[in-house]
């Protein structure tokens, strides 16, 4: 494509090319063994004290990649779901099971049993991995899915003798953070370990078309769907995002601070992916909302890196102590997940010395489609640039291409774009045109530099603290409750989180309350998802055919 499309090109930091070559990895597995091979002896996760290095990764996985294909005989494409939060076994499993010619399939360790039971169920996953601090939620509706193995760890699992002993009793017997479950024939993640060391992984030929990750969103239907992000995808948005920072990061000197979540896209590819292409030694934060303790862990951290979400800055800034950090080191911030505030932008920088940079992506992109140059500045209020490889347009509803300056879709091309959703072509046609392009649901304008900007959200999606909520799944949970007449949710602004959910109720039974309504809230979706208001009125304001009129609802009129 000419330069003359693609205008952003001429605002390119110096030495970022227009493209990158997806095929330099045949597959995420590639890229791994390749990082393992080269770093073997340096550090390349560390958690609770523990360190694993590089070479660790490469033995841990490969036996436990041979337990998944030896012993529990899962075939090339079966899907095997993780349920972790940040601990040392989440990255040797990530690693095994695409070694085993495997799909990820993450979950998050919130999520209730009927989104649990959604998730396994619409992936066919045969095999689970979960943290005993969630075997609960497993055990409730393991026996109503097809999947067939569960694999059990506790947090200290990894930190060695006696360590990993004191730990695990700890944490189920003094905190009582292990709730009673009943999972007979659930294997221990130490015994899979055994038992892969029985016997050698055969090769397993995995390649650029084969599926990597089965990554679940929401949508306006409210049913979440797995966008199926092939090898290719992931190894194109990791080259992508290297070939952006990558000048700025030092191969083998590295150390990177991640507290967001690894089934969380960024997370899985900015502080994994980018960072073990050059050695990097990744601090992984088990629980970033405990901000006392992140701070004090990051205390004895010389990090030069760190990504997360803004409501997670804002909560690091407001956090006593965290002015007190060593700072010295630290090169790279980046934000992505949902719009970073120009207030935390400038604290952030005032404080760190260290520019917030605000990065665009979403779930299909793998994440990344647009990033601000490592060398600004100050905030903008812009999600950046185009990154290399990728198209960026504004398209009006019938999907012209509309003239640089005016608002419209934000559609992107490129070859971190999903395949398209799990088991759902109508879905996927949507948003996916023939010719590659994905409509965003994002309004944008772009201006005449590259640049572009966020002007709204196309879509009703609720964005809290980086983690979409999709109206319809929360209305469906509410109108289960026999008390309900009518329900909309929708997004309020609110200075923690950038958005929270706000139910809007009319009552079929006047004894309803707001209690009832988040108990019944709490037993069925995550926390994230949980409304902050509650709201009872007479009727909901509608159009003509009865639509809800949910920009109403969402006016500051509206919010409490």
Request: with cysteine; glycine share 8%.
């Amino acid at each position: 494509m000419a330069n003359t499309n693609r205008p952003w090109l001429a605002n390119y930091p110096p030495g970022t090319p227009a493209e990158i070559d997806p095929g330099q990895y045949r597959s995420v597995v590639a890229l791994l063994e390749e990082c393992c091979d080269r770093f073997r002896h340096r550090p390349a996760f560390t958690n609770m004290g523990r360190v694993i290095t590089y070479g660790d990764l490469d033995r841990l996985s490969a036996t436990f990649a041979a337990f998944l294909v030896n012993d529990l005989k899962l075939a090339k494409g079966d899907r095997v779901a993780i349920m972790m939060p940040n601990v040392l076994q989440y990255p040797i499993v990530i690693m095994a099971v695409l070694r085993a010619g495997l799909t990820v399939v993450n979950v998050n360790p919130m999520y209730t049993p009927r989104e649990l039971k959604h998730q396994l169920d619409d992936s066919g996953a045969s095999a689970i991995i979960v943290l005993d601090n969630f075997a609960h939620t497993v055990a409730e509706v393991i026996g109503d899915t097809s999947c067939r193995h569960v694999v059990c760890t506790g947090v200290g699992d990894l930190l060695g003798f006696p360590k990993s002993v004191v730990t695990n009793f700890v944490v189920r017997h003094v905190k009582k953070m292990v709730p009673a479950y009943s999972l007979p024939n659930a294997i221990r993640f130490n015994e899979a370990l055994g038992r892969g060391t029985r016997s050698k992984l055969g090769k397993v030929e995995v390649g650029p078309d084969d599926l990597a990750f089965l990554q679940y969103t929401g949508g306006t239907t409210g049913v979440a769907k797995g966008a199926m992000l092939t090898h290719r995808n992931m190894v194109s948005n990791m080259l992508q995002s290297s070939a952006w920072i990558g000048s700025n990061l030092r191969e083998g000197e590295e150390v990177v601070v991640t507290a967001l979540p690894l089934y969380h896209i960024f997370a899985l590819t900015a502080n994994f992916l980018v960072f073990a292409r050059i050695g990097g030694f990744n601090h992984l934060i088990t629980n970033p909302r405990d901000m006392p303790g992140f701070v004090k862990s990051i205390k004895s951290i010389r990090f030069s890196a760190l990504s997360g979400v803004n409501t997670l800055f804002a909560g690091l800034l407001n956090t006593p102590g965290f002015d007190e950090v060593d700072f010295s080191r630290l090169h790279l911030t980046l934000g992505g997940g949902m719009a970073v505030q120009r207030a935390v932008a400038e604290r952030w920088k005032k404080v760190t010395g260290c520019a917030l940079l605000e990065a665009y992506g979403l779930t299909e992109t793998s994440p990344a489609a647009c990033i601000n140059p490592l060398d600004l500045k100050e905030y903008n209020g812009s999600i950046g640039l185009p990154i290399p490889s990728t198209d960026v347009n504004i398209q009006d509803d019938d999907g012209n291409v509309l003239p640089i300056g005016e608002i419209g879709e934000l559609c992107i091309r490129g070859p971190q774009v999903m395949k398209g959703y799990w088991n759902r072509p109508e879905e996927t046609a949507k948003v996916l045109s023939p010719d590659g392009w994905l409509r965003t649901g994002d309004i944008a304008r772009m201006e005449p530099s590259g640049y572009v900007y966020i002007v709204d959200r196309k879509k009703d999606m609720i964005l809290v603290s980086g983690f979409n909520v999709y109206p319809n799944e929360v209305e469906d949970v509410v109108a289960q409750m026999p008390g309900v007449l009518e329900v909309a949710a929708v997004g309020v602004p609110d200075e923690k989180s950038g958005e929270a959910v706000k139910l809007v109720i009319v009552k079929k039974d006047p004894a309803l309350t707001e209690e009832a309504v988040r108990a019944h809230c709490k037993a069925n979706l995550t926390g994230y998802k949980l409304p902050k208001y509650v709201e009872f009125r007479e009727s909901l304001p509608k159009t003509n055919v009865g639509k809800i009129l949910r920009r109403e609802l969402r006016e500051p009129a509206a919010a409490p």
